[in-house]
């Protein structure tokens, strides 16, 4: 139990569906991240929000969309996917890193997306 | 270009020997590194950190060492149990605010199998 549960863990979808990913973190933590692992690949961020701000867009398309209503919830709202996005969706939390604290960010278990 | 390298993708070992699991990195900016241990169908798990005023950390097993002139840090578990099976990412961050705060870079990762 790492505190950080994702929905759902596995989703297939076709190029012109619209789905959404979520993560809730119950660690009382200030920043959340969506990450994406394609095989053979190192984890890649794409969004970092602290305070439900996002200070972080990792030249990320269009068609990932996140949103972060409050510091315990964090969406990825996918439109018009590519079979080349399919993947590892990760979230991770942690604690506010402008506080000038170390960084360790704590996972939840994924969503495997697959687009068809 | 990739910052963070972990140059062995996979690594197999007999149970109670020593693992190693090698990683290098090139920016001369990343000053807190973190090591994350990954079962199939669950998110990374944070295992153990370093900062870069230190070269050497040691948590039960596992150890994680610092060279900062040559880059490169290491992990090494022992004994190793055929628990330790898993996929390992070392990550790297620049711990002290700035607009890369928060931000993880990860290597590849590396396969290792203890056999019994």
């Known amino acids: 139990e790492t505190g950080v549960t994702q929905t759902p863990r596995h989703l297939v979808m076709g190029m012109t569906n619209k789905k959404s990913l979520k993560c809730e973190q119950h660690l009382g933590h200030n920043a959340m991240y969506w990450y994406k692992q394609s095989a053979k690949k190192p984890l890649e961020l794409m969004f970092v929000?602290?305070?439900?701000?996002?200070?972080e867009n990792n030249s990320v398309p269009s068609r990932f969309s996140p949103e972060c209503p409050n510091s315990s919830h964090l969406f990825l709202h996918l439109h018009t996917l590519q079979p080349e996005d399919s993947a590892l969706y990760l979230c991770?939390?942690?604690?506010?890193?402008?506080?000038?604290?170390?960084?360790?960010?704590?996972f939840g278990p994924g969503t495997r997306l697959t687009v068809t | 270009d990739q910052q963070v390298k972990q140059n062995s993708p996979s690594l197999s070992v007999q149970e109670g020997r020593i693992s190693i699991l090698n990683c290098d990195y090139t920016n001369s900016m990343f000053d807190y590194f973190l090591w994350y241990k990954k079962y199939p169908a669950e998110g990374p798990t944070f295992l153990i950190s370093i900062s870069s005023i230190k070269d050497k950390n040691e948590d039960g097993r596992f150890t994680v060492f610092l060279n900062k002139s040559a880059k490169h840090l290491s992990l090494h578990i022992v004994p190793s149990q055929p628990g330790d099976s898993a996929v390992y990412f070392c990550a790297a961050s620049v711990s002290a605010g700035g607009t890369s705060y928060g931000k993880l870079t990860f290597g590849q990762g590396t396969i290792l199998t203890v056999h019994p």
């Open positions: 929000y602290n305070f439900k701000e996002q200070t």
């Open positions: 991770a939390s942690s604690p506010d890193p402008r506080s000038g604290g170390t960084n360790e960010q704590y």
